[in-house]
């Protein structure tokens, strides 16, 4: 696993890359980083050229100053440049939390560079504004900590002061199996977010959401779509994914009885075989 910097759509873009074949780009989700896809990457790469971005905002990559800069289109756009950087023309999108709404979007607005999308306990973009704006207060309940996050500076004064602890509690708890991360695992998220600016970016994405949404074109995504979803998800309700099919040409939607939002996490060793089916 080798560590690259690259510069897309105006930004420094620091990345990891391991393996060869036909491209595999994994986009992480809040609060992770590349770091996030770690029982992934080893595993994709004996096929495929793997590549995990820092997304813009996080850990290393760049943190451009302002609300607006985190709305979907140009983290999407972020990852179209990636993968025209990389010297491709397509490559295999997979995306968690909010690396599955960067995927969804860069799908819809840029189909051609995708040849297969995976997403991993995320909806469809419009689904996630039907359940906020449509009154489905089960959802809204769950979603009390991205109103928190539209708050200025108090979120990240919470979360700083809890920075040593917080990870670990909030993937235990996440976790159906109440998985703890490693202290080595732990410190890697501390650094990661310790970095200047961090913080705020990877906030601002839920801000951005709220202030500067996205709508996406009502075509259905021409590529084959696979959704993995952990049934026990405190954040998002399994309800949000019953309406996928009508947003993909081709889709798979497989539930996993064992695992939380943190599916990957939770059950590496079958989302990595769900993956490689899929890919092909």
């Known amino acids: 696993m080798t560590h690259h910097y690259i510069t897309v759509n105006g930004i420094r873009m620091h990345y990891v890359e391991q393996g060869r074949g036909p491209l595999v780009v994994l986009l992480h989700g809040f609060p992770e980083f590349w770091y996030g896809w770690r029982h992934q990457i080893p595993v994709l790469a004996q096929r495929y050229r793997v590549v995990a971005p820092d997304l ?17 289109d140009k983290l999407a756009a972020d990852v179209a440049a990636l993968i025209t950087a990389l010297g491709e023309t397509s490559a295999v999108i997979v ?19 995708v040849t297969k999308l995976a997403v991993l306990n995320i909806p469809h973009p419009a689904e996630m504004k039907k359940a906020l704006y449509g ?7 769950r979603s009390t900590y991205m109103f928190f996050f539209q708050l ?19 993937f235990v708890s996440y976790s159906p199996a109440r998985k703890a991360l490693t202290a080595e695992e732990n410190a890697m998220y501390i650094a990661a977010f310790k970095q200047p600016g961090a913080l705020t970016a990877s906030l601002n994405y839920y801000r ?8 996406l074109p009502q075509a259905k995504l021409p590529m084959p779509v696979l959704m993995l979803w952990g049934v026990h998800d405190k954040a998002l309700g399994r309800e949000l994914t019953v309406n996928t099919a009508q947003y993909c040409s081709q889709l798979q939607l497989i539930y996993d009885e064992t695992s939380g939002h943190f599916v990957q996490h939770d059950n590496p060793d079958w989302v990595n075989e769900r993956l490689m089916e899929f890919i092909g």
């Open 95 to 113: 995306g968690h939390d909010w690396g599955g709404a960067v995927a969804w979007t860069l799908a819809s607005l840029h189909p051609e560079l």
């Open 56 to 72: 813009r905002g996080y850990n290393l990559s760049d943190k451009p100053l302002g609300v607006k800069n985190y709305s979907l």
């Open 208 to 215: 951005a959401a709220f202030r500067y949404p996205v709508t």
């Open 152 to 170: 200025p500076w108090l979120p990240e004064r919470y979360i700083m002061r809890n920075i040593d602890s917080i990870f670990q509690r909030l």
């Open 135 to 141: 009154f489905n207060w089960a959802q809204i309940k």
